[in-house]
């Protein structure tokens, strides 16, 4: 079992440790539903921070291959993207050039959550966690080197 302590060695509860977690970054709720959601298909979930994603998922794990995608998460809400951040062409240009350079995909999380959760409210998000529903998109990049030295070699 799992317990929560401050540094001062003084318990802490699962509601108020997720509060100081969404206070330190306001897409916690996001990045965990979407962490468990991978968990849950059985990928290898490591920091996407060196790619400019917020994950990279491996099949085994770092030790036997390099990670398969580049996970970005979008938050939506009521069918909208949530935040003030949304990923134009040039954006996503980049991201395909890291992904390419790097041999790797780039895997869209939507977190769509309900539309009467409130964010604001770590006791309503865990509560209504299970409500929370993932959507994927797959991006593949293409090697256009690889295809035409192939095209040389016939």
């Known amino acids: 079992m799992l317990k929560l302590q401050t540094l001062d060695n003084e318990p802490i509860g699962v509601a108020e440790a997720f509060q100081k977690f969404q206070s330190a970054n306001k897409r916690f709720f996001a990045g965990y539903c979407a962490y468990l959601y991978l968990k849950s298909k059985n990928w290898i979930i490591k920091s996407g921070l060196k790619f400019g994603g917020d994950f990279v998922i491996y099949v ?11 996970v970005l998460i979008q938050e939506m809400k009521q069918g909208k993207q949530l935040g003030d951040y949304t990923m134009d062409g040039l954006d996503f240009q980049g991201f395909n050039r890291i992904a390419e350079t790097t041999a790797k995909d780039i895997l869209f999380l939507e977190v769509h959550y309900p539309d009467s959760l409130d964010l604001a409210s770590s006791v309503d998000c865990l ?15 293409h090697n256009f080197i690889g295809a035409r030295n192939l095209i040389k070699n016939k």
């Open 60 to 70: 085994k794990g770092p030790q036997f291959n390099h990670a398969s995608y580049i």
């Open 127 to 141: 509560a209504r966690i299970k409500e929370v529903q993932i959507g994927e998109t797959f991006t593949k990049h």
